[in-house]
């Protein structure tokens, strides 16, 4: 089953929000938050502007990965191990309301979102 719009456009407000509302003002032109949507997962992304050379692309490092659930209609998220490899997060389980799975993702309470 595909994600539903209404599904797709709930993680999408929540994400917009997550992006303008961090990093602080004071540290925009150093770091950023952008995702991507590929079927039922949405993978939120940390970007960082190039620290040598003439490049223009920021790298992205991907933070976590969402998953829409059709049998459960709720979303379950990933982390990402230092091999590429994406872990679901158990204690996590799934939530209907995306921005729960998010606020838990900002809160990083085991330390395997952000650095």
């Not at 917009?16 to 003002?25: H, I, L, Q, S, T």
């Amino acid at each position: 089953m595909a994600l539903p719009e209404i599904k797709r456009a709930e993680a999408e407000r929540d994400l917009r929000r997550y992006g303008a509302e961090n990093p602080p003002e004071e540290a925009r032109d150093q770091i950023r938050y952008t995702f991507t949507f590929r079927g039922n997962d949405v993978t939120l992304f940390e970007e960082r502007p190039p620290w040598r050379g003439p490049r223009t692309e920021w790298t992205r490092l991907p933070v976590a990965r969402f998953r829409y659930e059709p049998q459960s209609n709720g979303w379950s998220v990933s982390w990402r191990r230092a091999n590429g490899r994406w872990l679901e997060c158990d204690w996590l389980g799934t939530q209907a309301r995306f921005g729960t799975q998010l606020a838990a993702v900002q809160r990083n309470d085991r330390c395997v979102f952000f650095g």
